[in-house]
């Protein structure tokens, strides 16, 4: 099952991965809508008979300029966390209830070391409610899994200059956890340092993300 909001991109691509149509559908969805949640469900679960597996994918940020300016902020929360939040409470009692299923949630390691207020706020977020639900679900068959990628390629980092692995990267960490479930993922790996450098020289994070990302991300002049 396959969701997104650009319908036309979201049907090729699927025909794209089989040209049946039927191991694999697409459904053009607003996760921030209540209804295009539940529909979303509904026919995964119609079509396929039940959900084995929730990722949680969609993302946004404020591409350009200081987060307080952007006119509607909130929307970053809305995508990144409530989404997330809603989809996982609409599939987790069938998944309870066969006492099998795997929610995989895609955060970011600005869920771990801060970058952009808005932002980061969502992933620290995301990263809670996968770290507590993990525990909530303990003993039910029901696993939870956080993939915290860096900076990878993307529409949302096309205007930045650093350099990046492409979106594989996060593919091959999902497909390793649906085999083997862990709790937390951070790929590319050398971004773990960076989150241990964060915890343990939070001045040195300062100054990284001033000098450098800062400038090199989201184009501020300071």
């Excluded at 309870?96 to 795997?102: I, Q, V």
């Excluded at 207020?117 to 620290?124: C, E, L, Q, T, V």
Aim: glycine share 10%.
């Amino acid at each position: 099952m396959l969701a997104a909001r650009r319908a036309d991109q979201l049907m090729q691509l699927a025909l794209e991965l089989d040209a049946s149509g039927k191991r694999v559908i697409a459904v053009p969805t607003d996760v921030t809508s209540p209804d295009a949640r539940r529909y979303l469900i509904e026919v995964a679960c119609g079509h396929f008979g039940r959900i084995d597996v929730l990722i949680n994918n969609a993302g946004v940020t404020v591409e350009q300029g200081w987060w307080w300016d952007d006119p509607d902020p909130m929307r970053v929360l809305r995508v990144n966390l409530e989404a997330p939040i809603e989809l996982t409470r609409l599939a987790l009692p069938d998944m309870r209830a066969r006492g099998a299923g795997h929610i995989i949630n895609i955060g970011s390691v600005a869920g771990r070391a801060a970058t952009n207020g808005i932002y980061s706020a969502s992933k620290f977020g995301l990263r809670g409610f996968s770290l507590g639900l993990r525990r909530e679900l303990l003993g039910t068959g029901v696993n939870v899994s956080l993939i915290a990628p860096g900076f990878v390629q993307s529409e949302m980092t096309a205007s930045a200059r650093l350099p990046m692995p492409g979106p594989e990267v996060v593919a091959r960490a999902v497909a390793a956890v649906m085999d083997r479930p862990q709790r937390e993922v951070i790929v590319p790996g050398a971004y773990r340092a960076v989150a241990l450098l964060d915890a343990a020289l939070p001045g040195v994070g300062d100054l990284l993300v001033r000098r450098v990302l800062i400038r090199r991300r989201y184009n501020h002049p300071n």
